[in-house]
C-alpha cells in the first residue's frame, strides 16, 4: 500500500507511474464509481488473464487499456507524437488502492 508521504515518490519510477497519477488526478478525479469499476476489472483481470478481455476506458485527458499482463495509458492532450506508456496490473493496482483511501478519506475531513 502506497501511504500519502510516498506518494510523490511513486510517481517519479516512471512515465507509466507519473500518467497513472495523472489520470487518477484528471479523470477519475473522486469518482466512486468510475474508481470501483477500474477496481472490478483490475481484480477480474488479475484472477483470470487468459479468459479475460482487455477493459478500456477514455476520459478527458487519458485513454486506458487494462489488459492481461499490463495497463497501457495513452494521453489524449499535448504532443500527437507521444507513445503509450505501460505500467504492471500490480502498480496500478496500489495507485487504485492509494487514491480510494485519498479521496474517502478528503470526504470526511473537516474542510470538504
Do not use: C
Request: hydrophobic share 40%; glycine share 6%.
Amino acid at each position: 500500500m502506497i501511504h500519502e508521504h510516498e506518494w510523490q515518490q511513486w510517481q517519479q519510477q516512471g512515465a507509466g507511474y507519473a500518467a497513472t497519477a495523472a489520470f487518477l488526478l484528471l479523470d477519475v478525479q473522486t469518482n466512486l464509481t468510475m474508481l470501483a469499476t477500474l477496481q472490478t476489472t483490475l481484480d477480474k483481470i488479475r484472477e483470470n488473464p487468459a479468459d479475460t478481455e482487455a477493459y478500456a476506458i477514455s476520459g478527458n485527458s487519458y485513454f486506458v487499456q487494462l489488459q492481461p499482463q499490463q495497463v497501457l495509458i495513452e494521453e489524449l492532450y499535448g504532443d500527437d507524437d507521444a507513445e503509450p506508456v505501460s505500467i504492471s496490473l500490480d502498480a496500478f493496482g496500489e495507485a487504485l488502492g492509494y487514491w480510494h483511501d485519498r479521496i474517502t478519506a478528503d470526504s470526511h475531513s473537516p474542510e470538504s
